[in-house]
């Protein structure tokens, strides 16, 4: 079955340093998305991405933080300069076409990645 | 706005009885609710969804959740639990169309033998 990978699992880091989290999504879906787990805390939505560019961002991702899809197979969540407060784990999500309402993937579900956890020192 | 709340952060159950992992739901309109378990080092997997078709969901695992528009509730359930079950539960709302889902805080479940 297929699944959504990423990777480093594990990514420790500087604080003030930059660094790309990675994430093959499966490969027919179409929808994209972020999130993130601080410790002890909810699961946060961070962005959503679709057709190359982001539909919805959440309070959190701020201009440190970009996505891209560069290669049509690999989503990637980039921190320009990391703070001690961006350890988290944070996990990429996609999702299939759905019957688009709204313009969005209605009625569809979100797979998600076993996770990166971040580490900032 | 749409928010769930997950009214046990853990709850510990005996190898072979149910399980019953509770979840409301505020939601300006009909919404869609999920259950996602993680197992320790593992990802979020989709236990069971609702999207306004039968109110009784059955998901995987054994697994199923009632929808209850009257009491605003998404409970989980399942009749026996297994060794296996051991992990985290979230209760999850879709908040748009656009897919972003928000999490409730989690239930961990702990099987004892």
């Known amino acids: 079955e297929p699944e959504v990978t990423q990777t480093p699992s594990h990514q420790v880091t500087q604080m003030g340093q930059e660094v790309i989290l990675r994430c093959v999504p499966i490969?027919?879906?179409?929808?994209f998305y972020w999130y993130r787990q601080i410790l002890g805390q909810k699961v946060e939505f961070l962005v959503s991405f679709y057709n190359n560019e982001i539909s919805e961002k959440s309070e959190i991702f701020d201009d440190q933080f970009s996505v891209e899809r560069p290669d049509g197979s690999n989503f990637t969540l980039k921190i320009r300069s990391t703070k001690l407060e961006d350890s988290a784990m944070y996990f990429c999500?996609?999702?299939?076409?759905?019957?688009?309402?709204?313009?969005?993937?209605?009625?569809?579900?979100?797979?998600f990645g076993p996770g990166t956890r971040l580490t900032v020192l | 706005a749409q928010s769930v709340t997950q009214l046990d952060s853990h709850v510990s159950v005996s190898e072979g009885t149910p399980v019953l992992l509770r979840c409301n739901y505020s939601s300006s309109y009909s919404p869609s609710l999920f259950w996602y378990v993680q197992h320790p080092n593992k990802g979020l997997q989709l236990l069971l969804k609702?999207?306004?078709?039968?109110?009784l969901v059955k998901g995987i695992n054994g697994f199923e959740a009632e929808f209850k528009k009257s009491e605003t509730s998404f409970h989980l359930t399942k009749p026996s639990a297994h060794m296996s079950d051991a992990a985290e539960y979230f209760c999850?709302?879709?908040?748009?169309?656009?897919?972003?889902?928000?999490f409730g805080a989690g239930t961990q479940v702990v099987v004892t033998p």
């Open positions: 490969s027919n879906h179409l929808y």
């Open positions: 999500a996609s999702s299939p076409p759905g019957t688009e309402l709204a313009g969005g993937p209605s009625g569809v579900t979100q797979y």
């Open positions: 999850v709302v879709r908040r748009d169309s656009w897919g972003k889902l928000q």
């Open positions: 609702y999207t306004s078709a039968a109110t």
